[in-house]
């Protein structure tokens, strides 16, 4: 007892000293717990005044404040109470100089004590709601029956519920939260208590705003009308609908007259439009592409009625082309979307380029704000004709015979005719750089329905998965299946642009570009009809907009449909660097081979090589 004092006490002459500095003259290196095991230490030090300077030499220095420490020490007290651990108490604390006496290490000795626990959640005045929604709610509530009695999570709750009944009809409702805590004061009954108010409904709908697009567009994007029981989430639904056609660079949905209380509530939608032109230029770097320019010219209400027109033209090492697309964003209902698109498009891989000449029109229906669905019928003309390597490596070019070059010209040409399925379902929080949630997209495609070249059958299945861990790490995970089916059996069936191929930035970066998959007697990749892949990153945020990655990826593609041998997988490991931009991270990826193929080659010498460095824009999933 009598160290322990001593040492508090040492600690406080060693602050009185610190305090006598010139402010910002002395940095905090490093703040430290012990006895922290009930709540998460990141965010216990994310909610101190005091904070660490960053590791990095060019990073932002914090200065140590003696008045700002104290008043951490009790809000360190405060932050426990709030979790549910009301006799949580700050034991001691250490503030270390180091010997040039311009940093500190500061150390908190916390006793968390036992928590109050909830030993009951009930809900009264929810008749309302449909039991069903009800049970759901109450499983989405945060607090749970012998948990710590965590008082944010008593506050989602209340506003979980609030939400639901203003999502079934009561924009008035009014939900009041009371506690018991026992008679120990530690075994406290939570209860949730609703005044539902009055049943609404829409009542009128006025527009304002708008120049050039006309209201009935924006009528026939809502999801509610005049009449209709007034509910939350319908609003907010459709507010994401009106910034979903890309018109307006505001919108808002509002009830009006709320303090009244009327069964009827008036609807406002504000919107401001945007540039209904834009051209964008693009210029870029990719140790694959190598140099990219890009072009695109975008019209939102083309034509009127919302309609989206646009152009994009793109050159690299690896691809150029021209694309045109057109959507027509309300047909026949609000869901539904008709798409259509044509390219004249190359692209080029180690054994022959590829010219497609294509048409596509879609319909497509988005179900919610996660799901959608979408049919299309393709047509194009493909071109390929085998690269010079090729030409020079007979063993190759009778493996292109056997899947479908002609001899006598050395290429492959022909119509393809499909028809295809797309469904989507998403829960990432964002699209850039998700952290959290899961991505399903399924595609099929049908080939030989309508008289053509090609006939075949073909599946791919692409699973991304985000979880986060604390507030630095998301391990993000990757799961690629994909297969095609020629008719007859027949490899010629298939043209050489659907073959699949792995390797690369974005697939296995232990490898260069398309060096993943079945090889020719010389060495060069041909590509396949099944393939299998996964990655898995664990990215760690290091300071401001700078993070790490570790990644491990594995996979491979066979030569014949369902061929898969999940013992013949390609695995690769290794280190990167992101920095956050507006359009995406920049990405630095090296990859480290750890099992080789040693019959790869390049330009017909071997290459051994293990490792590969890739750099480009976005994440690899």
Known sequence: MRRRVFRVVLAGLLMVSVGCNEEGTITVRSIEFVGVNAVDQARLRSALATRQSAKLPWGRKASFDRARFDADLKRIQAFYADRGYPDARVTGFDVKLNDKQDEVDATITIAEGEPARVAAISFVGFDTIPPERLEALK???????????????????????????????????????????????????????????????????????????SARVIERSLAFKTGD????????????????????????????????QPEEVPIRITVAEGKHQRVNFGLGYGTEEKARVEAEYHHVNFLGAARLAGAHARWSALDRGVRLDFNQPYFFAPRFSLGGDGQ????????????????????????????????????????????????????????????????????????????????????????????????????????????????????????????????????????????????????????????????????????????????????????????????????????????????????????????MDLRDLRYDVGPGLRYQTPIGPVRFDAGYQLNPNPDLRVDGEPLLRRWRIHFSIGQAF
Do not use: C
């Open 139 to 213: 499983n989405q509530v945060p607090l749970k029956v012998g948990a710590p009695l965590d008082r944010q999570f008593v506050v989602n709750g209340r506003e979980l519920a609030l939400d639901e009944l203003k999502d079934q009809g009561y924009p008035y409702a009014k939900i009041e939260v009371s506690e018991d805590d026992g008679p120990d004061g530690k075994t406290a009954t939570v209860t949730f208590m609703a005044e539902p108010g009055k049943l609404a409904h829409i009542g009128p709908i006025t527009i304002q705003g708008n120049t050039s697009v």
């Open 229 to 260: 029981v007034y509910r939350r989430r319908v609003l907010q639904d459709s507010q994401r609908r009106l910034y979903g056609l890309e018109l307006f660079q505001f919108a808002n949905i509002e009830p009006l007259n709320t303090e009244l």
């Open 344 to 563: 004249h498009w190359l692209t080029f891989t180690p054994a022959y380029q590829s010219i497609v000449t294509s048409a596509k029109l879609t319909v497509a229906h988005r179900t919610n704000e996660r799901t959608s669905w979408a049919t299309s019928l393709l047509s194009e003309r493909n071109n390929s004709t085998i690269s010079e390597a090729a030409l020079n490596d007979e063993s190759l070019r009778d493996d292109l015979i056997a899947l479908g070059l002609d001899p006598d010209t050395d290429s492959q040409s022909g119509t393809l005719n499909a028809i295809a399925f797309d469904l989507q379902h998403s829960t990432a929080d964002t699209l850039l750089n998700a952290r959290r949630g899961y991505q399903l997209a399924f595609h099929v495609e049908q080939a030989g329905l309508v008289p053509g070249t090609y006939e075949y059958y073909g599946l791919s299945i692409d699973a991304r998965h985000y979880l986060p861990i604390g507030s630095r790490v998301v391990v993000a995970s990757r799961l690629q299946l994909g297969n095609i089916s020629p008719s007859a059996n027949d490899p010629g069936n298939v043209p050489f642009s659907k073959k699949y191929f792995l390797g690369g930035a974005s697939t296995l970066r232990g490898w260069g570009r398309y060096e993943v998959g079945p090889l020719s007697d010389s060495g060069l990749p041909i590509g396949g009809n099944s393939l299998v892949a996964f990655s898995e990153e664990a990215r760690l945020d290091i300071h401001g907009k700078l993070g790490a990655v570790l990644f491990l990826d594995g996979g491979n593609v066979w030569t014949d449909s369902w061929d």
